[in-house]
């Protein structure tokens, strides 16, 4: 059974940094391009970042591109999201997301909250 | 504002048919798969239909999707009260640094 699990988010203060984690289980990890999406508090959702199976293609939305980066370990079946500078408008519930021929499997979200 | 407009909200009785749309250019839609997202209140959202109308496995075929130029739209038939939720398009845009665009989503109230 497919399984993707965030971790890592919370409270944070503007400007402040936090990680975001992934761990994937039920699958060959390391055959897929793997995303983060997020969703602010009643509102859409929203592409953040995208991370092809070999790391060699990365690309980000333009809301979080030189703020966020994205990265994963293939060894440990893990996705990452480094969030810096964070902004009150960053504050979400953040997914992960398989990509095969679709967005076709999400973990549970974590939340951020960006707040003083 | 959303890259792809939707309605903010449909509403039919059970058993009744209801049909969401979701517009975009040529950037997007035109020349780009649409999916369909489905998210039940306090949950992730869950792929519905895939490429334009295909369903993954384990998706009732009450659900289905098509597209035509710049739009899609996506049909539930034999509504129950299990398919209240809100409604996602996607596709991807290839017009600069745009990535993977979402519509506004469509909140689904089965009366």
């Known amino acids: 059974e497919v399984q993707l699990v965030e971790s890592g988010g919370g409270l944070v203060k503007p400007g402040g940094s936090l990680r975001l984690s992934c761990a994937a289980s039920?699958?060959?990890?390391?055959?897929?391009?793997m995303n983060w999406v997020r969703q602010a508090p009643g509102k859409g959702l929203e592409w953040v970042s995208s991370?092809?199976?070999?790391?060699?293609?990365?690309y980000y939305a333009d809301s979080v591109k030189g703020r966020f980066t994205i990265s994963r370990d293939n060894a440990k079946n893990s996705l990452y999201l480094q969030m810096n500078s964070l902004r009150a408008e960053d504050t979400a519930v953040y997914y992960c997301?398989?990509?095969?021929?679709?967005?076709?499997?999400w973990g549970q979200g974590t939340l951020v909250t960006v707040s003083s | 504002q959303s890259v792809l407009t939707q309605p903010p909200s449909v509403s039919a009785a059970p058993g009744q048919k209801v049909t969401i749309s979701c517009s975009g250019s040529?950037?997007?839609?035109?020349?780009?798969?649409v999916s369909w997202y489905q998210q039940l209140p306090g949950t992730a959202p869950k792929l519905l239909i895939y490429?334009?109308?295909k369903r993954p496995s384990g998706i009732p075929d009450r659900f289905s999707g098509s597209k035509s130029g710049t739009s899609a739209t996506l049909g539930i038939t034999g509504l129950q009260t299990g398919d209240e939720a809100d409604y996602y398009c996607?596709?991807?845009?290839?017009?600069?640094?745009?990535?993977?665009?979402f519509g506004g989503g469509t909140k689904l109230t089965v009366l």
């Open positions: 997301a398989r990509l095969q021929y679709d967005f076709d499997y």
């Open positions: 039920g699958f060959t990890f390391s055959s897929y391009s």
């Open positions: 991370i092809s199976s070999s790391s060699s293609y990365i």
């Open positions: 040529s950037s997007n839609i035109g020349n780009n798969y």
């Open positions: 490429e334009n109308n």
């Open positions: 996607g596709t991807w845009d290839s017009s600069l640094s745009a990535g993977r665009v």
